[in-house]
């Protein structure tokens, strides 16, 4: 028999998800690291001074990698943050994109993304899981306790962007936590524990929708789509680019078609479907999100492989008899249809509404580089198509 799951074996934990162990305002990076956070801070400055390549330009070429492989992985992490920041910006911060990435750049990029087994641009764990700090120390993380550390341009709407992304993973943590103890508890036959763990999951539910119904308070659509949405951009499918950067001096010269950073890369949708036995049919944007799953960190990754290959959830909901279980069960599939009907109302306003002319920021693609509209409303239909 296999040993049970537990959150800690995944650097996770019931109060915090799949949120950083760590606040990255806590941990220290090397003296050799100094110029890369001096321009990081000033980022939201060289960004408005319109010549961010010429700043950028200017960074020393420091070699990275021996520390990125013996440093601890907190300050890795902190690393990449500002690092894969720095790289956005030095992309999609003037009228043109360049066809190239300095190597001052690239090759400490690179070097911590190796280290972390990640692509070397902006992931969705360096943008919203790994870049937040609690304003005050004292008091518990909470949705106004907590600040994005690293910016871009900054401003409200970059901030509660993010922001909003952070309460709802905070919310999540609960969700995860249950999906382990679930595992358990139908492996030992036990109904009510299953259904007690499961109407918790629908009320943990029902506070992350709270959280993410509260996005347009401060996160307006028109800001998003031209001053919040076009930094996070990949090199792949994204005309602006071609056929992707060069990194200059790796990957021999050639372009490198990365994914950008998307909502997608949360790893709480796919961790539902895996516990939940939920299935996609086969679709481009399936295929994507297949894709997508190495953009994650590492342990999330094994997380929702190991949710996926241990939980038997639905078939003992199916053969327990409880009608009461079963409604349960169902509940917690149409709070993901709920939380999926809504994030394509926000990609409605929030981006295929939005008129652009703007090389490389359509309304009709996601960051990630898929025509999006038509693939989400199939995911979420087939969500709400297997309810037991």
Same mark, same amino acid.
């Given at each position: 028999m296999s040993e049970p799951m537990q959150l800690s074996d995944y650097g996770m934990s019931r109060d915090r998800g799949f949120l950083s162990h760590f606040e990255i305002d806590e941990v220290d990076l090397p003296a050799e690291f100094t110029p890369y956070l001096h321009a990081a801070e000033m980022?939201?400055?060289l960004i408005t001074s319109g010549k961010v390549r010429h700043w950028l330009d200017r960074l020393p070429a420091i070699d990275l990698s021996e520390w990125a492989q013996s440093a601890p992985e907190e300050q890795?992490?902190?690393?990449?943050? %500002?690092?894969?920041? !720095?790289?956005? @910006?030095?992309?999609?911060? #003037?009228? #043109?994109? +360049? $066809? %190239? !990435?300095? $190597? =001052? &750049? $690239? *090759?400490?990029?690179?070097?911590?993304?190796?280290?972390l087994d990640q692509a070397p641009l902006?992931?969705?764990?360096?943008?919203?899981?790994? =870049?937040?700090?609690?304003? /005050?120390?004292?008091?518990? !993380? @909470? &949705?106004? =306790?907590?600040?994005?550390?690293?910016?871009? $341009?900054?401003?409200? /709407?970059e901030n509660w962007f993010v922001l909003v992304h952070i309460g709802i993973e905070l919310e999540a943590g609960v969700l995860l936590d249950n999906a382990v103890k679930l595992i358990a508890a139908s492996d030992a036959g036990d109904v009510a524990t299953c259904e007690a763990l499961l109407l918790e999951n629908n009320a943990a539910w029902e506070r992350i929708y709270d959280v993410f119904k509260r996005m347009p308070e401060r996160c307006d659509p028109y800001v998003y789509f031209h001053r919040v949405r076009p930094w996070i951009h990949g090199w792949a499918n994204n005309p602006a680019l071609g056929g992707g950067l060069v990194y200059d001096g790796l990957f021999e010269g050639k372009p490198q078609a990365l994914r950008g950073q998307t909502g997608s890369q949360s790893s709480i949708v796919p961790s539902m479907d895996a516990l939940f036995g939920v299935r996609h049919s086969d679709d481009p944007l399936k295929a994507f999100l297949d894709e997508l799953h190495f953009y994650r960190p590492v342990p999330h990754r094994r997380f929702i492989e190991d949710l996926g290959a241990k939980s038997n959830l639905r078939g003992f909901v199916v053969g327990s008899g409880s009608q009461s279980l079963?409604?349960?069960?169902?509940? =917690? &599939? #149409?709070?993901?249809? *709920?939380?999926?009907? *809504?994030?394509? #109302?926000?990609? @409605?306003?929030?981006?295929?509404?939005?008129?652009?002319?703007? +090389?490389?920021?359509? +309304?009709?693609?996601?960051?990630?580089?898929?025509?999006?509209?038509?693939?989400?409303?199939?995911?979420? /239909?087939?969500?709400?198509?297997? &309810?037991?």
């Open positions: 980022l939201s400055g890795v992490r902190r690393a990449m943050v %500002h690092l894969s920041f !720095l790289v956005q @910006a030095y992309v999609w911060g #003037e009228h #043109e994109a +360049p $066809a %190239h !990435l300095p $190597a =001052n &750049l $690239a *090759r400490p990029m690179v070097a911590v993304a190796d280290r902006l992931p969705y764990s360096g943008y919203v899981l790994d =870049n937040w700090a609690r304003i /005050d120390k004292a008091a518990p !993380l @909470a &949705l106004d =306790n907590v600040r994005m550390v690293q910016n871009f $341009a900054g401003g409200d /709407d079963k409604d349960a069960f169902n509940a =917690n &599939l #149409e709070q993901v249809v *709920r939380f999926r009907t *809504r994030h394509l #109302e926000y990609a @409605a306003s929030y981006i295929n509404k939005q008129a652009s002319n703007e +090389p490389g920021n359509d +309304p009709d693609v996601g960051t990630g580089g898929t025509p999006f509209m038509k693939y989400l409303k199939k995911h979420r /239909d087939e969500n709400a198509a297997q &309810l037991v």
